[in-house]
């Protein structure tokens, strides 16, 4: 009877741990491979704000910007515009109230953490900080989609309160 039963679990072990394994493997390559896909460093190469159909340079024709994805979840992004005006005093505590807009106008940056969905080709972002106030502590949606060294990214809550941004990224290689 001992030995019935071992042949038993035996077999029974054999049957199943293929689908296992492979169940495994396919658990361990689906799951992380979009965000796989995005880890590393990209710099901007365009970013354009869609309201309505109306499509307008957010942070004009040159925007300067990178992005970094860490494989163990972080992210961090600035974005400015190419010709961001300097402060007259020398000074960022001293600009005046239209050098000031200038800036807040004309950059964004936040950090945080991601995790992506490669099913339907999302990444939330958990934003901890942002030099857009609204967006700390928020959980915002990205969509995006990589293709070689290009990734195409949509926000569907720009910070300017409607629209939303499409954005290109190019992959950063030493």
Known sequence: MK????????????????????????????????????????????????????????????????????????????????????????????GTPEENKAVVGGSVALFGTYTCNAADKTCMWNVESSTFPNWIGAVQKRIFVVNGDEMRETNPTASTGSGQSLNVWKRVRK
């Open 3 to 94: 030995r019935n039963c071992a042949v038993f679990t035996f077999v029974i072990l054999a049957l199943i741990a293929p689908a296992l394994i492979l169940g495994q493997t396919k658990v361990q390559k689906s799951a992380p491979k979009t965000a796989n896909q995005i880890v590393g460093t990209w710099k901007a190469v365009a970013i354009t704000l869609d309201q309505n159909g109306k499509k307008t340079d957010l942070y004009g024709p040159n925007p300067k910007g990178i992005t970094i994805f860490t494989p163990d979840g972080y992210f961090a992004r600035v974005i400015t515009r190419s010709a961001l005006p300097k402060f007259a005093s020398n000074n960022r505590e001293t």
